[in-house]
């Protein structure tokens, strides 16, 4: 206004920072452009899936928000602390050569689960959020059929995973989304049809994750004429590597029927068991341990990065509970606590 003294611009940046929006767009004179408010990746899921509802959408925005903040935040960091993304060539590379690269990109043991997969990928630059199991602004509904989503940005990509009751199913669409940010350079939005998808990059993204979470060499393991007739016996004959890859029984199997040691046939019926039969129900969790609930959403980069800068004293106490899924004080004081080991 006239007179009055406006925001500088590092005042206006970390306004921006906090809304997830680009500093420009503060700066634009005239009404707000709907079309222009979101950003390349909002605007590409939406456009992948017309279909999203209002309250996935939120949460797309949500997603952007955290990463901005996370973004903020990390820039007042010792520049030697700070991993920056910084993919590894794929180009001209067949998928399960990429996948192999990509592998040893990651560092990966021959043993894992969700929670090492997850670890490397942010030990690598880039974000892992998991949706809440609890109602809440950071659950994906039950009912909901997407999977993931992931949101491609050069300087801190993100994927977000839904939390199943499965962490083999999490851990698939964790490298299928990967795949996206890896091989296509591209945001992307994924639901269960997409896993079974005739679309080019849905394949690769699938071929993708099938090859870095079971190499070839991964089923030399595997002796087929120790193979089950009948299909539902199939999981308890892959019980020992589904518990050394942190990967589900059909995971193997489609990998077992792509390398031709598998009739389509039996990968089919056990599509068709696996779809029938009935999971026991679980009960509701306990919310005992609410503190450490942002480290399961955000990822321990994320809320390590928070809690630097509340102790450095660049953001309040009030602040950090706010970029934490507004924890309560006394939680914040645990969750603390908890990364310092007392």
């Given at each position: 206004m ?11 940046r970390?306004?921006?920072?906090f ?5 420009l767009?503060?700066m634009?004179?005239g009404?707000?452009n ?11 899921l939406?456009?992948?899936k ?8 939120l ?7 955290q990463r901005a ?24 590379l067949s998928?399960?050569d990429?996948a192999?690269?990509v592998r ?6 021959n043993?894992?689960?969700?929670d090492?997969?997850r670890?490397?990928?942010?030990a690598?630059?880039?974000?892992v959020f998991?949706?809440n199991?609890?109602?809440?602004k950071w659950q ?18 993100v994927i977000?995973?839904k939390?199943q ?8 669409t964790?490298?299928h ?7 296509h ?7 269960e ?20 979470l079971?190499?070839?060499r991964?089923?030399?393991s595997?002796h087929d ?8 016996e199939?999981?308890s ?8 890859w ?17 009739p ?8 068709r068991?696996n779809?029938?039969?009935v ?26 990065t ?7 004293r660049?953001?309040?106490?009030a602040?950090a509970?706010s970029y ?11 969750l ?7």
């Amino acid at each position: 206004m006239a007179g009055e003294t406006g925001l500088t611009f590092n005042q206006l940046r970390k306004l921006a920072a906090f809304f997830g929006r680009g500093t420009l767009f503060f700066m634009e004179p005239g009404p707000v452009n709907e079309a222009k408010v979101h950003s390349p990746q909002f605007r590409t899921l939406s456009n992948q899936k017309p279909e999203l509802s209002h309250r996935l959408k939120l949460l797309v925005e949500r997603v952007e928000r955290q990463r901005a903040v996370f973004l903020a935040l990390r820039e007042e960091l010792d520049p030697t602390e700070v991993v920056r993304f910084s993919p590894p060539d794929l180009a001209g590379l067949s998928i399960p050569d990429a996948a192999s690269r990509v592998r040893e990109w990651l560092g990966l043991a021959n043993r894992n689960n969700f929670d090492s997969y997850r670890k490397a990928i942010e030990a690598r630059g880039l974000l892992v959020f998991r949706s809440n199991g609890y109602t809440g602004k950071w659950q994906i509904a039950k009912e909901s059929p997407i999977l993931g989503f992931s949101l491609y940005d050069p300087e801190c990509p993100v994927i977000v995973i839904k939390k199943q009751d499965a962490d083999t199913r999490q851990s698939f669409t964790l490298m299928h989304e990967l795949g996206h940010l890896l091989i296509h350079c591209a945001s992307s939005i994924d639901d269960e049809e997409d896993l079974y998808s005739a679309n080019d990059e849905e394949q690769e993204a699938n071929a993708f994750a099938g090859h870095l979470l079971v190499p070839d060499r991964f089923l030399l393991s595997i002796h087929d004429n120790e193979r089950p007739i009948e299909a539902a016996e199939f999981d308890s004959w892959l019980e020992p590597q589904r518990r050394a890859w942190g990967v589900s029984g059909e995971m193997i199997l489609r990998r077992l029927m792509d390398a031709g040691r598998l009739p389509s046939e039996a990968y089919a019926a056990y599509r068709r068991w696996n779809t029938q039969r009935v999971m026991p129900e679980k009960e509701g969790g306990s919310r005992e341990h609410r503190n450490r609930e942002p480290r399961h959403i955000f990822g321990d980069g994320y809320v390590r990065t928070v809690l630097d800068a509340m102790n450095a004293r660049r953001i309040t106490l009030a602040k950090a509970s706010s970029y934490l899924d507004n924890l309560k004080i006394s939680d914040l004081h645990k969750l603390e606590r908890f990364y310092a080991g007392v």
